[in-house]
Structures are given as C-alpha cells and as structure tokens.
C-alpha cells in the first residue's frame, strides 16, 4: 500500500469553478500535510502547509485535515486559467524530516 | 524568500559517466533532500542530510552517492549513470526545528543516452 494516493485526473473544469482535490494517506501518526503546485517543467512551489485536523484558508484556497478518515483535501475557489497546473499532497511526521508524497493531480482550468 | 538553486536545468549525458547535480539554498536550512520524479510514480527520495557531513538513505538510494561539506550546498552524484537515471531531478530544504515544510528548486531534467 502506497503512504499517500492521489487521483492522477487530469480533472478539467471550467473558469471561476469551485476545485476539490483529495488525497488518503496511511499513517495516523502524521501530523504535518502539505499541498505543492507545480507548473510543467517546474520544480513543486509550496501552496499550503497544515499541522494537525481541521481547516487553514489562504486567499482562494482552502486545506483540509480529516485525521479519523486519513483524508486530506485542497479546494480551489473562483478558479482561473493559471490555476491549471499538478497539484500534489504531501504529508510526515513532527520528529522526521522525511515527507511522502502523492504522485500528484493535473488539472486544467478552461476559460 | 527562500531560494533553492540547482546547476543545471537540462543536462544530457552518456551511459557510464560520472554525473554531479549541485543544490544550494540560501536560508540556513538545516535539513536538504534529493527526490526523483518520475510519471506515475511521482517523487521519490533518494536521500537526505539534517546536517554539515551528515546523510541519510532515502527510498532508492542505488546508484546514488551525496555529499554536504556546506550547510548551504548538497550534491548529488550518480557514479556511473545508467538510462534508468533518466529523470527528473529535485532538491528540496526545510528549517528543521520543528519548521518541515520544505521548499524546492526547479529541477534537474537529466537524460542518459
């Protein structure tokens, strides 16, 4: 069983659409989760970075913590066209430096 | 901001050569990390460093040596590169202490013919 699943998509909706991203994770030891953008050809650009359960909002995006169903989500509001890029989730543990991450989601914003 | 550099965006080389990758960030981080990213498999590991000489084994270590004499630099070196080398490949660094979120460069294509 991999530690982090993530549905490859490609996921295609239109401009100014509501984007849900989802990843499952294993370890209920974890605490530390992560959401990375990445651009084709482009290193993973930090988006969101979470400790624990619960809800953190950053302009449009929204990241959320599920712990008692190891689901971990990444919504997008008003999407844009610069939007469409992979997105990918990452988590690990609060004594390791070591993250395990999902092989990542493609979504394409349409205008 | 914190800045992650590596030396080269797109390298081509020849099976049996001796590759070196170079990463260095400029934010005192003290943890720094070696992933391949591949379609499908997404990233994977290869190693780490929490520390000035210190290294630690990832998930696919083979074929793959670092070195991290600078806090600020850590290298990855491919001893004799085979076309299974062939890859994207990331260094990321984080804080440490506590602050793991870790912050990457923009890549390495490396292509073994």
């Known amino acids: 069983q991999k530690e982090v699943e993530q549905d490859p998509g490609p996921l295609s909706v239109p401009e100014g659409a509501i984007v849900s991203l989802n990843c499952t994770y294993s370890?209920?030891?974890?605490?530390?989760f992560m959401w990375y953008r990445q651009y084709s050809r482009k290193g993973p650009e930090l988006l969101m970075y979470?400790?624990?359960?619960g809800n953190k909002e950053d302009g449009r995006f929204t990241a959320q913590v599920d712990k008692s169903s190891k689901y971990i989500s990444l919504f997008i509001r008003d999407s844009q066209p610069s939007d469409s890029a992979t997105y990918l989730c990452a988590y690990g543990g609060a004594n390791f430096n070591k993250f395990y991450f999902g092989s990542g989601t493609k979504l394409n914003v349409k205008p | 901001d914190v800045k992650v550099t590596q030396s080269s965006r797109y390298l081509v080389k020849r099976t049996g050569e001796k590759v070196f990758l170079e990463c260095v960030q400029d934010m005192d981080h003290e943890n720094m990390f070696w992933y391949r990213q591949d379609p499908g498999l997404g990233l994977r590991l290869i190693y780490f460093s929490y520390d000035v000489k210190m290294k630690e084994k990832g998930d696919i270590p083979e074929g793959y040596s670092v070195s991290r004499e600078k806090k600020e630099r850590f290298s990855l070196i491919l001893e004799s590169a085979s076309t299974n080398q062939t890859s994207m490949y990331l260094c990321a660094s984080s804080l440490g202490a506590g602050r793991n979120e870790q912050f990457f460069g923009p890549g390495t294509r490396l292509t073994v013919l």
């Open positions: 370890n209920s030891a974890f605490q530390y």
């Open positions: 979470t400790y624990s359960s």
